[in-house]
């Protein structure tokens, strides 16, 4: 008999770890695991999650003093009286219902354990997010590693056209939250020194108008295309010559697995998630953090030889197959799921 889960998520409208959680819980509906989901609410995450035959309750999960969402998933899991409840990062952690079954809560990133009091079992997205669980005290048998996996499906490629982009013009792609880990003023210094590219930063954030005001006082606002929160990464990774991680903290890197699943050649600075993921010449390029010369010269490298690029590209494809695709990270939570089942 599969193990059934109840999935706690109090994300936020758009982020990573709110992307991975949807591509989850349909993967696993996908492969029969019976689920129920406790979402904040969120009219396309609630449309998703039923659409994957997943039953989904909205709730507020507005903060410690919001009894209401924590009794409800209380009820909601007494209800349900699932094998594991797996609660998602820390607002999530801090209600997680204690009954008869296994809680288990998942880290995409160094977050305190005091919020993960509740948990029997953690998950971390990254071997280094682990060590860190364990460094902190948690009990090493109970520290779990699990990858995600990103969507591997294609799409043609965004018109370059539709933000005045030049066909035959270097195109650098970032993608992300515009906040200072993701080191997108160091991308635009990049640039700066990369006088025939043009940059496409997909994302949204309180940053906006601080980077379109470097932009112009590096002289590069002709070169550099803001485009907003985006949908359609597929696309937009299609149009792109390089992908460009200039994080200077980055946990794990879902972008760089989605760069390798679409067959675009990673260049990234060598932060904690990338420089994991990716071997420096064979998968990817790696560069000095917020060292624009060295990202712009490595950049450069790439764009001067296509062979390069081809060969980057087979290999991350392969790695990227082999342990970030769908099937083997789906089997490893299943398998997960089994053995702390039985253990608990």
């Known amino acids: 008999m599969s193990v ?19 591509r989850l819980v349909c993967a696993l509906a996908r492969a029969g695991t019976p689920q129920q989901a406790a979402i904040r609410h969120h009219d396309g995450r609630r449309k998703t999650l039923i659409e994957a035959g997943v039953p989904v309750t909205e709730l507020a999960f507005s903060g410690k003093f919001d009894m209401i969402t924590k009794g409800s998933v209380k009820r909601l899991a007494k209800s349900f009286n699932p094998d594991v409840v797996l609660v998602w990062m820390n607002r999530a952690a801090k209600i997680a219902p204690k009954g ?19 948990c029997d079992h953690l998950v971390a997205n990254t071997h280094d997010i682990r060590d860190y669980l364990i460094r902190e005290g948690w009990p090493e048998e109970r520290a ?121 050649p990673v260049v990234a600075a060598a932060s904690q998630g990338p420089s994991q993921l990716i071997e420096d010449g064979k998968t990817g390029l790696l560069a000095p953090v917020d060292n624009a010369k060295e990202l712009s010269r490595t950049i450069a490298r790439l764009l001067d030889d296509r062979s390069l690029g081809q060969e980057l590209v087979g290999h991350a494809h392969a790695e990227f197959t082999d342990k970030y695709s769908e099937g083997p990270v789906v089997a490893a939570y299943q398998e997960f799921f089994e053995k702390i089942r039985q253990s608990s």
């Open 144 to 264: 779990w590693y699990l990858p995600n996996f990103v969507d591997d499906r294609r799409m043609p490629p965004v018109d370059r056209a539709e933000f005045d982009t030049p066909q035959g013009a270097p195109l650098l792609l970032c993608l992300g939250r515009l906040h200072p880990n993701k080191g997108f003023d160091t991308a635009l210094e990049t640039l700066a020194q990369l006088p025939k590219a043009y940059l496409w930063i997909a994302g949204d954030g309180k940053e906006e108008q601080a980077l379109k005001q470097q932009a112009a006082q590096l002289g590069i606002s002709n070169r550099v295309r803001f485009l907003g929160w985006r949908e359609d990464t597929p696309a937009l990774l299609s149009a792109a010559d390089i992908f460009f991680c200039s994080s200077r903290h980055e946990p794990l890197g879902n972008i760089v697995l989605e760069a390798w699943a679409q067959g675009v």
């Open 100 to 118: 008869d079954w296994t809680v288990v809560g998942r880290l995409g990133g160094y977050y305190k354990l005091k919020n993960y009091k509740r």
């Open 4 to 22: 059934s889960v109840l999935q706690v998520m109090a994300g936020a409208q758009t982020g990573g770890a709110e992307a991975f959680f949807v």
